[in-house]
């Protein structure tokens, strides 16, 4: 599976950006698939930043609950993050992940695919 992101760029703080990552070369169904964007500062760990179920719920890390949105679009293969009052702090390259799926007879499928990642920077 290769996932390939756009929409990263510079931004002020208070802006907004929207990221896109859109998945192909799966046999799988994309609607099954767990979603995640993680981030990864410089000089720090990566971060999971929010997460999406084949059922459309969503989970978010504490510090972007209520300025983030994630989404998906299974009929484009593809993933979303609607990031809002950007703040300095959000700096950091995003990555798309999928780390697991169901497969034929409801069998949990466990993956690690990774986009290539995009720098989201936002200046005071």
């Known amino acids: 599976v290769q996932l390939v992101e756009s929409g990263g760029g510079l931004v002020q703080a208070g802006g907004s950006l929207r990221l896109s990552c859109a998945a192909s070369g799966s046999t799988y169904t994309f609607n099954t698939f767990h979603l995640n964007w993680y981030r990864q500062a410089p000089g720090k760990q990566r971060e999971l930043v929010a997460a999406?179920?084949?059922?459309?719920?969503?989970d978010y890390a504490d510090s972007v609950k209520g300025r983030f949105t994630i989404s998906r679009d299974n009929a484009k293969n593809s993933m979303y993050l609607q990031m809002d009052n950007l703040k300095p702090e959000d700096t950091a390259i995003y990555y798309c992940?999928?780390?697991?799926?169901?497969?034929?007879?409801?069998?949990?499928?466990?993956?690690?695919?990774w986009g290539q990642g995009t720098l989201v920077t936002v200046s005071s």
């Open positions: 999406i179920d084949g059922d459309g719920g969503a």
């Open positions: 992940n999928i780390d697991r799926g169901t497969g034929r007879y409801g069998l949990e499928l466990l993956f690690d695919y």
